[in-house]
């Protein structure tokens, strides 16, 4: 699967998508419950940016590292580098500034011009204007590539990984993503967003690249 730049449309290089979102249009393809017809690539335009977003545990950061060949910004490899800096301090001390290391390692990747994925911080959608304009500025398209994982499931996720989000934030996120799904579905894309792809467990499993055309 390709994403043109000029159109905000999906090409299907293969079969064809059976359930699509009638009123969404070409900028959104719907693959979620549709492993069978989900190709192994999902390529966008070089330059583009594509925000990965989902639940706290619902597998970002896993499809990333496995799929992401290009380069990447993800929050937790921040949070990790951080962790190492200050071992056995709670990390809700220093919570702060993993936040602003990501958002300017967001920042000078983005004026690089690079093909860019980045991690979704879910519930501040201020980001991903910030992003949109980013690459409107640079003649390029944010993309969202959205996971859409039950939040029992996400919770599953936060206990495999021994990292939890607290119930409070957790019902902002919640929240947040409801409502992103909702917008993808109707068709009302964030601001300065040209396309999303909608994706469930499954059909991220079959998933073996997210990457940019040459």
């Known amino acids: 699967m390709t994403v043109g730049r000029n159109t905000g449309q999906v090409r299907e290089a293969a079969a064809p998508v059976h359930n699509e ?13 549709r492993p069978e017809h989900t190709p192994a690539e999902l390529l966008f335009d070089a330059g583009d940016v594509v925000v990965v977003s989902g639940l706290p545990g619902s597998g970002k950061t896993t499809l990333m590292r496995r799929t992401v060949t290009d ?3 993800d929050s937790q490899d921040t949070r990790l580098a951080w962790q190492r800096r200050l071992p056995g301090i709670p990390y809700a001390l220093y919570r702060p500034l993993t936040r ?6 967001t920042w000078w990747a983005l004026r690089s011009g690079d093909s860019l ?15 949109g304009r980013g690459a409107r500025r640079r003649g390029r398209a944010l993309r969202l590539v959205v996971l859409d994982v039950p939040p029992g499931i996400a919770l ?17 996120h919640r929240g947040a993503a409801r409502r992103l799904i909702a917008q993808v579905e109707a068709g009302r894309l964030p601001t300065g967003c040209a396309g999303a792809v909608l994706l469930d467990r499954e059909s991220a499993t079959v998933l073996r690249r997210i990457g940019f055309s040459a």
């Open 21 to 33: 979102l009638p009123e969404a249009g070409d900028a959104v393809r719907d693959l979620r419950g």
């Open 71 to 73: 380069r990447r910004i």
């Open 100 to 105: 602003t290391a990501h958002f300017a390692r």
């Open 117 to 131: 994925v980045v991690h979704d911080c879910g519930t501040q959608a201020w980001v991903r204007h910030w992003l």
């Open 156 to 172: 599953e996720g936060q206990a495999i990984r021994g990292r939890w989000v607290s119930k409070y934030a957790f019902a902002r």
